[in-house]
């Protein structure tokens, strides 16, 4: 099976999220092209039997490049079997009004681009503090201590479950 992947990503954790889900999927022996959405859109989907999108969530929406992948391309989306890895610092909690507010947030992406996925999987994120400038690093400490995790605003911290991504792809595909 052909598998497009395609993804935005602001920090990193996205794409180490779809890298994963490249490398799985291609040990089951499928062939797989990862595509960052922010390098073009030149890209014919045609040629795929699913695809994966993956975005991560800052300040209430995916990335702007995402939602005017999906837009553009929702016509051929709707024709494969889609997977909508939804990528969040929210959804490594267990607040329901966060995951209320993850809800809406892929319901306002599927009106404004005009594609609603097959399957949505939210996926927890990481805080990337080495990475962040000092007010951003402000803010996701502050963010971090209302949610009351703990965070070393030197390190990076992983939420991701991987072992939970892998049986999603394995349900997804079929395997």
Do not use: C
Not at 34 to 59: K, N
Not at 144 to 153: G, I, L, R
């Amino acid at each position: 099976m052909k598998v497009l992947i395609a993804y935005a990503t602001t920090e990193g954790q996205t794409r180490k999220i779809v890298r994963y889900v490249a490398e799985w999927l291609t040990t089951k022996g499928h062939s797989v092209e990862l595509w960052p959405v922010a390098e073009g859109d030149d890209l014919d989907i045609a040629g795929f039997d699913r695809a994966v999108l993956a975005g991560s969530v800052h300040i209430g929406r995916f990335q702007r490049e995402l939602e005017l992948f999906a837009a553009k391309n929702r016509a051929s989306l709707d024709q494969l079997e889609t997977l909508f890895l939804a990528v969040s610092l929210a959804a490594a909690g267990d607040d329901p009004n966060d995951w209320a507010g993850l809800e809406d947030i892929v319901a306002k992406f599927s009106s404004k681009t005009g594609w609603t996925p097959k399957r949505v999987e939210h996926v927890a994120g990481a805080f990337r503090f080495t990475q962040y400038d000092f007010f951003r690093s402000w803010a996701m400490r502050w963010i971090a201590a209302q949610k009351d995790h703990e965070v070393d605003p030197n390190a990076d911290k992983e939420y991701t479950d991987w072992k939970a991504l892998a049986d999603t792809l394995a349900d997804w595909i079929g395997a």
